[in-house]
């Protein structure tokens, strides 16, 4: 019995004195966020180095500082003007407080798609469908304002960004019409912009012939000049009508 215990008591001497020995060794790297924990209480964050644990009451939490991509899938959200109307976002978030990502909530995951989607039906129930459609910046500026809410949480996000804004079959059939009738009053618009112009210039050259009777001749003269075949050429002048027989090249 008594060889027993000492054997057992040269086991635990020669455990404690490997475990000093030969203590654990962790690296925390640049992109790395670090957290000593002794007995289960915080002690303090660590820098990025490498760090030996004799007390295997020590414990340290690693957590990844790089930027990670959550992306919130499309649901369907009404609008100020009362359609319904598709969205999903994506945004890159990334650890800037590890004890208070550690510490704030069991599922920070969790916590940042409700953010998300609960900024995302804030903005968008003050905005209007067409709104929506057409300043997706705008959008976005309201997203923004998600970020507030992570803080709490030790995340930051960043590169907000609006992925798809889907339009259900009678909306899309609506939107194509409306852009078919716009596409067709710009094009009428643009005729009734050329023909002004063309009855101005009509009217500047009648108001310059009236101004300048010579311009008549001069007029005449490139008639001539330019004209194949035979030509008759009318002439109303302060003397009365004149008609002029012209034989060029015929």
């Given amino acids: 019995m008594t060889a027993s215990v000492l054997a057992l008591a040269f086991i635990i001497l020669l455990a404690a004195f490997l475990v000093r020995a030969f203590p654990r060794a962790q690296t925390i790297y640049e992109f790395q966020h670090g957290l000593l924990h002794r ?8 820098t990025p180095g490498q760090y030996r644990f004799v007390l295997p009451r020590d414990e340290l939490l690693i957590f990844d500082g790089r930027s ?3 992306t919130a899938p499309a649901q369907e959200i009404l609008t100020s003007d009362s359609l319904s109307v598709k ?29 998300l989607q609960i900024g995302l039906r804030q903005a968008t129930a003050a905005m209007t469908l067409d709104e929506k459609l057409t300043n997706r910046d705008a959008l976005t500026a309201a997203l923004a304002k998600t970020g507030d809410r992570l803080t709490d949480f030790g995340v930051a996000i960043d590169n907000l960004t609006i992925k798809d804004v889907m339009l259900n079959g009678e909306l899309k059939r609506a939107f194509s019409e409306k852009f078919r009738v716009g596409k067709e009053n710009e094009a009428a618009l643009e005729r009734a912009r050329g023909e002004a112009a063309a009855l101005r210039s009509l009217a500047n050259s009648a108001r310059m012939l009236s101004d300048n009777p010579s311009l008549y001749q001069l007029r005449l003269i ?26 060029n090249g015929g």
């Avoid at 890159?92 to 798609?113: C, G, L």
Wanted: no cysteine.
């Fill in 39 to 46: 007995n289960g209480r915080f002690r303090k964050n660590l």
């Fill in 222 to 247: 490139q008639l001539i000049a330019d004209g194949n075949g035979t030509q008759t050429i009318i002439l109303n002048g302060n003397e009365g009508r004149l008609a002029a027989s012209v034989a």
């Fill in 87 to 115: 969205i999903s976002i994506s945004a890159n978030y990334k650890i800037v407080d590890a004890r208070k990502f550690h510490e704030s909530a069991t599922d920070v995951f969790a916590e940042i798609y409700a953010a």
């Fill in 68 to 70: 990670q991509l959550v």
